[in-house]
């Protein structure tokens, strides 16, 4: 059988248990990525900024070298990636296609639609615990977080093992090998030398992990260090391979087991699971809703807050030129290098509905386009959380950035950093939409 395998969010070999099964039923693989050009989509050049753009462009370069190491190759098509596909399955006359299940509502609209024209097996392989093995079902999903934590880990936390690199089938011989082009923006110059630089790809992705625990043994302090600000090692940095898929929450999770065993188990060590079961509850909030999750109110009837938008204090927001110190710095660091720790996300979109009166929508949108690690379920299911339209228990959850300020930069040294480096490389007004 001569099958297509359709890369997805899952940018690996290693732990995809979609490209196992195709590879232990295919004779023969056409393997592909889209890359679409309409801004409906989130990887189109409208709505993916020049960080998340190179990190993407790495990632498939390195997966490209992966598939080649073991006789074949990587095709990047363009256009709408439900039309493509079946053309591209069409054209190499393939039986079938094999791709990893996606969680939102448009992705899953697009899965549907190639399976109409032809059979498409699709797989979970985007959260720790498998669906299947919730103690209920996703329609039954707990409305705040510590319950589902709580049902999940009562019997004891299901994680299904890892799934080996399979043995890639070969290409049809008639598929032609012209090498991938992606186009790769260049990396901002001028930044101090110890700004970090995330490199794309499955195997940039275990070597962060390998440094993270093994190398820095910085896991044993995670919990302690997790609301750090600056520098590479206070949080783990894996959000960017996770939600490009180059690696799997599984594979983080047994390497925390292997971790316990070797060196130590501590709360530290616990919480980082804590933290990927919040990247599931996410995802499985936005199975839950489908696109209920980008309504204006949310999960909720009615907004919290009156949204109104407001073009000068939106500007103002994005660019880092709002009255606090503390949520320029932030900014200024997203729009430089695609992160904010997870202190900065939460003060700054608090800060951004609440205190300014943004429209959560427009907000999370300006963080689709220049965070490295966007994940349109993490993302978007934060926001509903800040602005009280999601899964939070609390009626309100304002930060009072000064005061946030204060407790986790005492010094200022965060803030004078990325504000100097704000003013050296000012956000041009007009990029702001
Ligand atoms: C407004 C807002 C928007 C956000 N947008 C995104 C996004 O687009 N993509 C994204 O991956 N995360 C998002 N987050 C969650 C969180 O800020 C990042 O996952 C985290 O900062 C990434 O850094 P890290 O890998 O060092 O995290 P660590 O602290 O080391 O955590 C380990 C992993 O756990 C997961 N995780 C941790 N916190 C959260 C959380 N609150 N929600 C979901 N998963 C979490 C991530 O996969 C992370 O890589 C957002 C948070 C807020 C408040």
Known sequence: MRALYWFREDLRLEDNPALTALCAEADEAVFAFVMPQSNRWSRSPERMGEHRARFLAESLVALDKTLREQGNQLMILQGDPDVTIVKAAQVWSCQAVYSQRCHTHEEEVTAAKVADALPHYTFEGATLVHP???????????????RFRKKVEKRGLIVRDIHPVPTIPPPPSELPDEGIEVESPARMSGLPKT????????EAGMKRLRHYFWGTRALSTYKKTRNGMMGWDYSSKFSPWLALGCLSPRSVYHAVLEYEDDVESNESTYWLIFELLWRDYFRFI???HSDRIWHKTGLKDAPRNPVTHHPLQWKDWCSGNTKSAYVNANMHELRLTGFMSNRGRQNVASYAIHDMGLDWRACAAWF?????????CSNTC?????????????PQRKFDVDWQAE????DGVFQRHWNRLGEKFPCNPDSVP
């Open 286 to 288: 936005a199975m839950q």
């Open 195 to 202: 700004t970090m630089l995330f490199d794309g790809g499955a």
């Open 407 to 410: 407790r986790y930069d005492p």
């Open 132 to 146: 299947e093995d919730l103690p209920f079902d996703v329609e039954d999903l707990p409305e705040i977080f510590t």
């Open 368 to 376: 689709e386009r220049w965070l490295i690690d966007f994940d349109p």
């Open 382 to 394: 934060n926001w509903l959380y800040v602005a009280g339209i999601g899964n939070d228990p609390r």
